[in-house]
C-alpha cells in the first residue's frame, strides 16, 4: 500500500488513468468565459444563501489546511515505510 504501489504495474496504470480523467475535466469544466466572475465561483448553487466572503475565507483556508496534511502523511509515510493506516495501528 502506499507509494509502493508505484513500484507495480496497477499503481502506474491507475495513477495514468487519474492523470487522463483529470485532464479531461480540466478541459471541459471551463471558468466563466465573460470574465464576471473569479475562478472557483460557482455561486450558490443550492441556495442556502452562504455564499459571503467569510465562508469563502474559510473554504480556501479548509483547502489549504488539507493539502499541508497530506503533504504530512506522505511526508510520514516516506520517513517510516508505513502508509497512513498503518501508522494508527491497523
Not at 63 to 72: E, K
Request: hydrophobic share 45%.
Amino acid at each position: 500500500a502506499g507509494f509502493s504501489i508505484m513500484g507495480r504495474g496497477e499503481g502506474v496504470l491507475g495513477f495514468f488513468a487519474i492523470f487522463l480523467l483529470s485532464g479531461v475535466l480540466e478541459l471541459a469544466w471551463r471558468e466563466d468565459p465573460s470574465g464576471e466572475k473569479e475562478p472557483g465561483n460557482y455561486g450558490d448553487p443550492f441556495g442556502v444563501q452562504m455564499y459571503n466572503d467569510e465562508m469563502r475565507l474559510k473554504e480556501l483556508n479548509n483547502g489549504r489546511m488539507a493539502m499541508i496534511s497530506v503533504l504530512g502523511i506522505f511526508a510520514a509515510e516516506c520517513a517510516t515505510g508505513k502508509d497512513a493506516i498503518q501508522q494508527f495501528g491497523f
